[in-house]
């Protein structure tokens, strides 16, 4: 019942910028905090960024704080990934995760719904 769809992915240039959306479905979408992860080959997955479902705080990892902003449009079901330069080491699958009730959340469990990724890359 509950779809999380990415699109916005791509190969994009270190210094350039990229935006990604995840559309929800099935879910009460202004109730649901939103957040984006990323996965690297070999590694784990990482927290990104986490928006609330009403008030539209924000929070992010320290490694991307001041170069990706997170946003949503409730109207629309839509969570949003601004990426601005980006680095090599940004390269990884990004997902986006709900969480039904749940405020500003960085951990990966306490996510309920997942969508199947969008690859980022970025080449030197």
């Known amino acids: 019942q509950v779809q999380l769809v990415e699109s916005g992915g791509g190969l994009v240039q270190a210094g350039g910028s990229l935006r990604l959306s995840c559309r929800a479905s099935?879910?009460?979408?202004?109730?649901?905090?939103m957040g984006w992860f990323r996965q690297a080959p070999g590694k784990d997955r990482e927290f990104v960024a986490a928006?609330?479902?009403?008030?539209?705080?924000?929070t992010y990892a320290e490694s991307v704080k001041g170069r990706f902003t997170i946003s949503r449009d409730n109207a629309e079901n839509t969570v949003y990934l601004e990426m601005n330069s980006m680095r090599p080491d940004d390269t990884a699958v990004y997902y986006c995760?709900?969480?039904?009730?749940?405020?500003?959340?960085?951990?990966?469990?306490?996510?309920?719904?997942w969508g199947q990724g969008t690859q980022v890359t970025v080449s030197s």
């Open positions: 995760a709900a969480a039904p009730g749940r405020f500003l959340v960085d951990s990966a469990a306490e996510y309920n719904y």
């Open positions: 099935g879910v009460t979408f202004s109730r649901t905090g």
């Open positions: 928006i609330t479902g009403r008030s539209g705080a924000r």
